[in-house]
């Protein structure tokens, strides 16, 4: 049988370059859930209750963006060390800008899920047409990383309203539609 890895090869993706990248995303979806795990114990000023409840939902769904990514990186015979330490040093692993610092800490938070959007348009560059697993990923994680940034700015009054949806937030709309592989099945490429 013909795996993942070789399938996304044979379409033209350079698969050590995308594993590379998925490593990336995911060390930086570990320190989203650890950052926002911090936020939600601090103080952070103003309505401290609904904004702590959007930023448990945002870390929910980026553990399950970590969770996704790392099965991802495994399906194409990429490894992740098993020590976290070496994880969380290695070149992966890149602080982020904190935001209890900032004058308006949601203003900040926004600025950092826009960032965090980012890597996702480039790995959907990568796999586009190529890679249609990778893909399909990447473009969940991003629409949901956009929802993020549509609650926060939605708290602040910035945004349009109406985006808060009781039983939405925090359960990864856009990426518990894509197909899994049953358990002990090999994925599709």
């Not at 949806?165 to 990426?175: I, M, Q």
């Amino acid at each position: 049988m013909i795996s993942a890895r070789e399938v996304v090869e044979r379409a033209g993706v350079d698969v050590n370059l995308l594993i590379d990248r998925l490593t990336s995303a995911a060390a930086a979806e570990l320190s989203a859930v650890y950052r926002y795990t911090i936020l939600t114990v601090h103080r952070l000023g103003f309505a401290d209750e609904e904004l702590r409840q959007i930023l448990k939902d945002i870390r929910d769904e980026d553990r399950h963006h970590f969770d996704a990514l790392v099965g991802r990186i495994y399906e194409l015979d990429g490894r992740l060390t098993e020590d976290i330490r070496q994880f969380l040093e290695s070149r992966h692993a890149r602080p982020e800008d904190s935001t209890t610092n900032a004058q308006d800490p949601v203003t900040a938070l926004i600025e950092d899920v826009r960032r965090a959007a980012h890597p996702y348009a480039g790995l959907c560059d990568l796999t586009e047409s190529k890679d249609q697993r990778t893909f399909a990923l990447a473009q969940a994680i991003r629409n949901e990383k956009i929802e993020h940034q549509a609650w926060l700015e939605e708290f602040l009054g910035t945004g349009p309203r109406g985006r808060f949806h009781r039983g939405f937030r925090g359960r990864s709309p856009f990426l518990t539609r894509l197909p899994t592989a049953p358990e002990g099945a090999e994925p599709p490429a």
